[in-house]
């Protein structure tokens, strides 16, 4: 808010603009692939062309919109050998966090990691798509958050955007089949595993080979 009139000055515009596409985008609301077009975007969002530009930068920067010389903006698409790429750098990203993180000296870093499984568990009782796949994205930050490692986690976090891009479509099928609760269960198993009192590493990559987050290609 601006210090005098109240008006939200334009770094806000721009925040507003990519909260609001970005949970567009990865709710599945928009589409990967379809046009984003700069007046309806304006008209909706009532703000001018100049934040509207940079949240779309912003976005792109992100892997969720791809620019093109004098066609515009659309959402970005994932090719099958893009998903495959992208899950086997997660894997590794994550079965390196893990072995970095264990053995678990404070219950206390642990916390982040269950208070997503209950979003994931609010979201799938009331039906949110959009809820459902940040905590399910989020689960998968903190449990890379486990290693400390900050470098890891940025380069992490970067890659599950783009996952989420193609998760949103799948979720949306998840909750419209009655299978949201599978998705919960499976990271339930895969949190026991890590809360365990008999949790190593061998043990927590054994359980997170079998955790099926290849289930979305």
Known sequence: MG??????????LVDLAVARLRADILSGGIEPGERL???????????????LREALRLLGQQGLVDHFPRRGARVATLTDADLREL???????ERYAVEQSFPIDDPRRLVALGA?????????RVGDRFAMAEA???FHVALVGL?????LAWVHES???????????????????????????RHQRLYDTITGVEADADVVLAELSTHGARQYI
Do not use: C, W
Request: a negative charge; aromatic letters at 4%; glycine letters at 6%.
């Open 87 to 93: 899950y086997g750098v997660r894997d590794v990203l």
């Open 116 to 124: 997503q499984l209950e979003a994931m568990r609010a979201a799938d």
């Open 159 to 185: 890659v599950l955007v783009k996952t989420q891009l193609y998760m949103a479509i799948n979720l949306r099928r998840e909750a419209d089949d009655g299978h949201g609760a599978d998705n919960v269960a």
């Open 147 to 151: 290693a400390n490692n900050r470098q």
């Open 3 to 12: 210090p005098d009139t109240g008006e939200l000055e334009t770094p806000s």
């Open 37 to 51: 077009i700069e007046e309806q975007l304006t008209r909706r969002f009532g703000i001018s062309r100049a934040p």
């Open 136 to 138: 399910h994205r989020n």
